[in-house]
């Protein structure tokens, strides 16, 4: 089939490569030249294990093309997806600004029939929005008599996993609307994804509203999970029991499973944290408060101090003369996405009481300088006392404490005498709970991990 994608970020990249990879002819279409030179050179402008291979098959393949050509674009496809951002407005609420731009392009050069497919994660009603302004272009062109449906197909894929996830979802949520459009844009949409289909049934056919809410509600429920062992791991800290032997006693129970139980710094990325300010703010102009996320909000963005307070409850708050190793920058492992990490609110808190860092992230240093000189543009001369190390070894000689905020592999098993005789002290802050409490102590390292029975345990 010919796909055009609008938007060819994370999830316009992931979805153009991979519908090329299962035979369709994709044009991938952004407005960001940088982007697309990038594409159009053989790389790929983000960092996702496995993309770069599918990507380099299908463009050798004559599979897969990258394009600033709006017009060239909206000819070539005839299901058009539009998975440009929807990211948070001044109060919360998703800015529909560039969902609504794609749309109006579409209205003002489509020629035929068109399945337009809203794959970004948008409010609901959105899909009205949508199909109003496509329309109101038609009819100013005099061609309100092309047909076209909007359909809402979420996307559910974690960064990281990105290529697989995509590959073989756990679910194809398709919405679509009851009239003879919404049947014939069901049909492409079946046909489009059938190859998904193949050893079982993984389409879920609703109304568009309902599609549109259920991502918000995957992603809450999600997130409600994550705060709540937060809030359970401090709690565990001031009890004296251990948060990883609870998560295991409640995971065995299959009405609760092990999944998304961890808990840690708070969550962070591009999705979780703007979703969750969307949908509160839905509710809110709906007539409803939804108190439960309203608070699983709250509660993450207190986590994301739990390790500072924990190094300030040791070190006291003047860290002038201290030095911290920090291993991990990117919001969780195998990315190079800084949107809404965590290790932002731990550096802040650090450089502003008067540390020194020296931090190390596999992948993310070069995103973690950009964002940083945003988060510092009114105390620049701060981040001359954080810099960067090659190895994660490197980066804890000489320090009075190491932090750890990403799980990446690569820290998971330390040889504990080098880090005991390099480091100034040995005292580790794990934000992930990499460790085993007991392993730590027995080897003379002071562990402090979330909810692991440290205030009890650590010295
Ligand atoms: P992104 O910022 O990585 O990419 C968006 C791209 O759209 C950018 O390259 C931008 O230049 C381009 N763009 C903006 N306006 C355009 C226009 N009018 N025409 C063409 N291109 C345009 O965003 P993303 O992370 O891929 O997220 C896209 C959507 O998917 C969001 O709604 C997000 O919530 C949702 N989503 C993201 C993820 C994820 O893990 N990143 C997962 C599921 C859903
Ligand atoms: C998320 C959703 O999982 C995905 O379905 C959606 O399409 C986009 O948003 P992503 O943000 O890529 O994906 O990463 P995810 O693996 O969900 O992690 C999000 C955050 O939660 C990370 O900061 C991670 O560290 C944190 N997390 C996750 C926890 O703190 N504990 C857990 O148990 C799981």
């Known amino acids: 089939m010919n796909v055009s994608i609008i938007g060819t970020g994370y999830v316009g990249l992931v979805t153009g490569a991979c519908l ?8 991938c279409l952004d407005v960001d030249p940088r ?29 897969l093309d990258f394009s600033t050509d709006i017009q060239a674009s909206v000819a070539h496809g005839d299901i058009q997806f539009i998975a440009v ?10 800015d529909l600004q560039y969902v609504l731009a794609a749309a109006r392009n579409i209205g003002r050069y489509m020629e035929s029939f068109k399945v337009v497919v809203d ?13 109003a302004v496509i329309q109101e272009e038609l009819d100013k062109r005099g061609r309100g008599d092309l047909g076209f449906s909007v359909v809402s197909n ?9 290529v697989d996830d995509f590959m073989r979802p756990d679910r194809i949520v398709i919405g679509v609307s009851g009239d003879d459009n919404g049947r014939r844009a069901l049909a492409s949409m079946r046909e489009l994804y059938a190859p998904f289909n193949r050893n079982h049934e993984r389409t879920r056919v609703m109304d568009v509203r309902s599609a549109e809410f259920t991502k918000y509600a995957a992603n809450a429920m999600l997130a409600t999970r994550i705060s709540f062992m937060n809030e359970l791991a401090n709690l565990a800290d ?16 299959p009405r609760i499973g092990y999944s998304f139980l961890y808990a840690g710094t708070g969550y962070g990325g591009s999705c979780f944290p703007k979703d969750i300010q969307a949908l509160t703010r839905i509710a809110r102009e709906n007539g409803q408060t939804l108190r439960v996320l309203e608070s699983v909000e709250a509660v993450n963005d207190e986590q994301k101090t739990v390790l500072t307070d924990k190094v300030f409850a040791r070190f006291g708050k003047d860290l002038s003369q201290h030095c911290f190793a920090l291993w991990g920058l990117a919001f969780k492992p195998n ?11 731990v550096i802040s808190a650090l450089l502003r009481a008067g540390a020194r860092i020296v931090a190390h992230d596999p992948i993310a240093v070069e995103e973690t300088r950009r964002v940083l000189a945003l988060d510092f543009a009114d105390a620049p001369q701060l981040l001359d006392r954080i810099s960067y190390a090659k190895s994660p070894m490197a980066a804890v000689e000489g320090a009075d404490a190491l932090i750890i905020v990403t799980e990446w592999k690569a820290y998971r098993s330390p040889n504990l005498e080098r880090l005991k005789t390099t480091m100034k002290s ?11 409490p007991a392993i730590m102590t027995s080897a003379g390292v002071i562990y402090h991990g979330i909810g692991r029975n440290s205030l009890h345990a650590a010295g």
């Open 20 to 27: 090329a990879d299962i035979g369709n002819h994709v044009f």
């Open 35 to 63: 982007k697309i030179a990038i594409l159009k050179d053989g790389g790929i402008p983000i960092y996702e294990p496995g993309l770069e291979g599918v990507v380099q098959s299908n463009v050798e393949a004559g599979r």
């Open 85 to 94: 951002g929807t990211p948070p407005d001044e109060d919360g609420s998703a």
């Open 119 to 131: 794959k970004s994660t948008v409010p609901v009603g959105t899909a009205d929005k949508v199909t």
């Open 154 to 162: 979420p996307e559910f894929l974690k960064e990281g996993a990105a």
């Open 238 to 253: 001031r009890v004296g029991a251990d948060i990883e032997a609870v998560r295991q006693g409640i995971g065995s129970d």
């Open 335 to 345: 990315t190079d996405d800084m949107r809404e990490a965590p290790s932002r609110v």
């Open 426 to 436: 040995p005292v580790v802050f794990d934000g992930r709970n990499l460790y085993e």
